[in-house]
């Protein structure tokens, strides 16, 4: 018994420790506590699949400031905010932005499809990484987790669970740092 609360209080502290260090390093903080780092960080090779089975990378997406969010139909906190990403993708996406909701759905693209048609996102492409790996390769402790890249392929911030994307304050966010990373791309 004593041992398993052994384990117990060292797995707590090592997610402590990552959890400070995750917070410490930021520069700022966005709405709805968007961690923004203090400097662009490099991404790893990310590959995954659109809706009709074309590979793709990030590097797809160069020259756009993207919303890279890593979900999957199965998380309840992932179900419950991919309409407020399917409105953010209506409201402002373009040549210079647009939200990439990446699947980690092992089962393959048509249950992301079937959840789509079912919860009724409309702007939002289909996107899957059928090994489940992006998550891990990103360094994400859990999903959802939202990663904001700049038109060079850099991660600029993230946030860690579920949140209201087409809220007022993240919207002028987003439009503010799509703005900030066009000019900082000429």
Known sequence: MRLVSFKRTVAIMCLMAVASTAVASPQGVGPQGFMIWESPRDLPE??????KGKPLTLADFQGRTVLLNIWATWCGPCREEMPTLDALQAALSGEDFEVVALSIDRKGIEVVQDFYED???EHLRQYIDTTGMAGAQLGAVGIPTTLL??????EIGRLVGATEWDSPEMTEFLKETIRLSKEASL
């Open 149 to 154: 890249i700049d038109p060079h392929g850099n």
């Open 119 to 121: 919860v009724g996102i």
């Open 46 to 51: 990310l590959a995954f699949e659109d809706g």
